[in-house]
């Protein structure tokens, strides 16, 4: 039998609560496709900072390279904010993303039938919604040198520099591409190619790479623009390329077309070793221990993490699909409660997928 060895993160806040659902769903759905899943536990974020004294233990860091895939819960807690800004949580998830080198974001956005109502923006305009964020993740703005502030004549100045070279966007426009290839063959680039040079690279670069790619239909749009379509009519979407900053912002836009940043899942992938894959919301420590968590996004990232990272194609789209027979069901969790639904906590949500599931 077949067996994949995966290093679970559970981290802080909602994190242990979650994962433990999402690990009783993928037990049950590797026992029905007849492969294995050994699980190496590791501390993370606070967890990792009370225990180890650090965010990221170099044991950690090393289980999860030693893997085949990583999944992880969430991170953070007010009660670390006092910290310097390198021994705090967040840092440690910097620090994972540049020990396991990944470059690329998936952020898929799919509205589910049963929640076409939880959105913001009218049912006519989402329904049928189904697309993906490709984010360049180690480049940009956010890592450009040089950085800083100086200070003259009584003034102060601050500066980030946005920085790309070009095996930078060949790389993530190639994963951007392969990744259109297996879903409806269209790619949108977005830059501000009329104003940046470096806008202007990254189109020029991603022109070039897309020669390889004759079957994807590939577009430009300006990042202003893009903003205002996804709002507009976001189905015209299939993929979406960027770079860090604007897919940054423009992936939390387009999450909230689902109405609830509590059903999105993500991946981050890198050129080789093992990828990681987490739900987009944070860690919740309000409603931490209090059985309130929504564990749909947690088991979603499950699903990428089958497919993306080991291949299980079959097993990913069952859990999926048990999470919208759930939701069909009318189950809820309270930050998606309708009227006419039925409310429930984390655990009996993840009953009720697991019966989803196996039923």
Not at 230 to 245: E, G, H, K
Not at 281 to 295: L, V, W
Request: hydrophobic fraction near 45%.
């Amino acid at each position: 039998m077949t067996s994949h060895r995966i290093t679970l993160l559970a981290g802080d806040g909602i994190g242990p609560e979650i994962m433990a659902v999402a690990r009783q769903l993928l037990d049950a759905v590797s026992r029905r496709h007849g492969f294995g899943l050994v699980y190496d536990e590791q501390p993370m974020g606070g967890a990792a900072i009370d225990s180890c004294g650090e965010p990221l233990p170099s044991s950690t860091l090393q289980s999860c390279r030693d893997s085949e895939a990583v999944l992880l819960a969430a991170i953070g807690s007010p009660q670390y904010d006092s910290l310097p800004r390198a021994q705090r949580p967040e840092s440690g998830l910097l620090a994972l993303r540049s020990g396991l080198e990944l470059f690329a974001n998936l952020r898929p956005v799919k509205i589910m039938p049963a929640l076409a109502n939880a959105s913001s923006l009218k049912p006519e305009v989402i329904e049928g919604v189904d697309l993906l964020v490709v984010r360049e993740l180690t480049g940009g703005v956010y890592f450009g040198n040089p950085k800083g502030r100086v200070e003259a004549n009584g003034q102060v100045r601050a500066f980030n520099t946005m920085a790309y070279s070009d095996y930078e966007i060949d790389r993530i426009a190639q994963v951007a591409f392969e990744q259109a290839l297996q879903r409806r063959g269209r790619l949108c680039s977005v830059d501000k190619a009329n104003v940046l040079d470096v806008s202007q690279l990254w189109r020029e670069r991603v022109e070039a790479i897309g020669a390889a790619y004759p079957t994807v239909e590939l577009s430009h749009m300006y990042v202003d623009n893009a903003a205002m379509q996804l709002v507009r009519a976001p189905r015209q979407f299939d993929v979406i390329l960027t770079s860090n900053l604007f897919g940054d912002i423009l992936s939390d836009e387009a999450a909230m077309l689902t109405g609830s940043i509590g059903m999105l899942p993500s991946a981050s992938l890198g050129s080789k070793g093992p990828g990681l894959f987490e739900p987009i919301h944070g860690s919740a420590p309000d409603i931490a221990g209090q059985d309130r968590a929504n564990p749909m996004a947690m088991v979603l990232s499950a699903a990428m993490l089958l497919r993306v990272g080991l291949g299980q194609e079959a097993a990913a789209a069952e859990l999926e699909a048990a999470v919208e027979r759930t939701l069909a069901a009318g189950y809820r969790t309270g930050d998606l409660m309708a009227e006419g639904c039925t409310r429930l906590g984390c655990g009996a949500m993840g009953d009720q997928l697991l019966a989803a599931l196996e039923g």
